[in-house]
């Protein structure tokens, strides 16, 4: 498998602008992860998918920010509009199952909001 | 709330030595406790799982001990090598919700 893939790994933007982050987990992975790591906060948990509903959306920073996830092997999220202080690398990860099973990290997505 | 906390924030020290990272967490309801690495510039890989009715896990070089009641986990590096080389994280797994709160890190250089 090649493991989690998150597309693109750089973007670049102006404030505004509306970003859309994708990622695609490892097949057969029942949950879906996205997190945002920055240098001040360092890595949290913005929401999660269980067979593409969303369970927890609380980490979600405002209603600037939406996710979904359309079907088991693709996740979105969106970022409209954006502003500097989104900024950050966001990471996509998957997990065979919840309850602390093992989970499974994209590369990220490098974000920069100029 | 749950919080995580590492330390030291930053080590550096010479190829071959003895480590010990150290993860302190509040809530000691945990359901596991996890250390990932992390490249510069790269995602996270999980090095170490450790179920909360366990008392230590090891591969290889590595090994992770857990103190539930304490609160506290250590990561054990043998004969250190400069590859390394990393921000090592520890996460804790909370209750029955899918959630993994990470600690701030500890980055590790290991020199020639």
């Known amino acids: 498998d090649a493991g989690v893939i998150q597309s693109p790994r750089h973007e670049v933007t102006e404030m505004g602008q509306e970003v859309t982050l994708r990622c695609k987990p490892i097949?057969?992975?029942?949950?879906l992860f996205w997190y945002r790591q920055t240098m001040m906060r360092g890595l949290e948990l913005l929401i999660y998918?269980?067979?593409?509903?969303?369970?927890?959306d609380s980490g979600m920073p405002e209603d600037r920010f939406s996710a979904k996830m359309p079907n088991a092997s693709f996740s979105t999220l969106k970022i409209q509009p954006s502003e500097p202080r989104d900024s950050a690398v966001y990471f996509c990860?998957?997990?065979?199952?919840?309850?602390?099973?093992?989970?499974?990290f994209g590369p990220g997505t490098r974000l920069t909001v100029t | 709330k749950q919080e995580v906390t590492q330390i030291p924030a930053a080590l550096s020290v010479p190829e071959g030595e003895n480590l010990v990272l150290n993860c302190s967490f509040t809530?000691?309801?945990?359901?596991?406790l996890q250390w990932f690495r992390q490249d510069p510039g790269k995602g996270l890989t999980s090095l170490l799982l450790?179920?909360?009715?366990?008392r230590e896990q090891t591969s290889g070089r590595l090994n992770a001990s857990l103190d539930k009641s304490s609160g506290r986990s250590t990561l054990y590096i043998a004969a250190s090598q400069p590859g390394d080389s990393a921000t090592y994280l520890c996460?804790?797994?909370?209750?029955?919700?899918?959630?993994?709160?990470f600690g701030t890190g500890t980055r590790l250089q290991v020199t020639l």
């Open positions: 097949s057969g992975h029942d949950y």
């Open positions: 998918f269980n067979n593409n509903v969303p369970i927890d």
């Open positions: 450790i179920q909360s009715s366990q």
């Open positions: 809530d000691s309801a945990i359901y596991n």
């Open positions: 990860a998957s997990s065979l199952r919840g309850g602390g099973y093992e989970q499974y």
């Open positions: 996460a804790v797994f909370t209750g029955t919700a899918s959630k993994l709160t």
